[in-house]
């Protein structure tokens, strides 16, 4: 395993649409490694492939409740909606209000290639949230809550 070079906000990579991932061979299986040390590393809940630089459908998150390596996500179902304060690796030391889903359902593949469904609700559901938009090239600050005034 090895500690990747994180992206920050500004690098184009943040903003492309990364590529669903064909086939999970030893190559995935070492970025997923990798992306985990690197997560770690940086005390983070969730890293995404582009913030590594990478182009590929594959997300890391552990909120404390279990690692979770995640290929090819999908949302199939997003219910109720909240507010709440988010950040990011790719932007250092800011933070910003964000409204996502209450609860979503997630497909996705797992390290084996099988087919599994997650129902998450509260920071879960926000991180997997927050972590698919960077597949699709979309980061936490293009969704920032307007301040009241």
């Known amino acids: 395993?090895?500690?990747r070079q994180l992206r920050?906000?500004?690098?184009?990579?943040?903003r492309k649409k990364a590529r669903k991932i064909e086939k999970i061979d030893d190559r995935v299986l070492t970025l997923l490694d990798d992306?985990?040390?690197?997560?770690?590393?940086?005390?983070?809940?969730?890293?995404a492939a582009p913030q590594v630089g990478i182009l590929k459908r594959a997300i890391v998150i552990d909120i404390g409740e279990g690692l979770m390596k995640i290929i090819n996500p999908e949302i199939v179902h997003e219910q109720g909606?909240?507010?709440?304060?988010?950040?990011?690796?790719?932007?250092?030391d800011e933070s910003g209000k964000v409204k996502r889903?209450?609860?979503?359902?997630?497909?996705y593949q797992n390290e084996e290639g099988k087919e599994v469904i997650v129902e998450a609700e509260e920071l879960l559901a926000r991180a997997l949230c927050h972590e698919i938009d960077h597949l699709d090239g979309v980061?936490?600050?293009?969704?920032?809550?307007k301040e009241e005034e």
């Open 81 to 92: 909606e909240v507010i709440d304060i988010e950040g990011c690796l790719s932007i250092p």
């Open 35 to 47: 992306m985990v040390e690197t997560m770690y590393k940086e005390e983070g809940i969730g890293l």
């Open 1 to 3: 395993m090895a500690i």
């Open 101 to 107: 889903p209450e609860k979503v359902k997630v497909k």
């Open 8 to 14: 920050f906000v500004g690098d184009p990579i943040l």
């Open 139 to 145: 980061l936490y600050i293009d969704k920032l809550e």
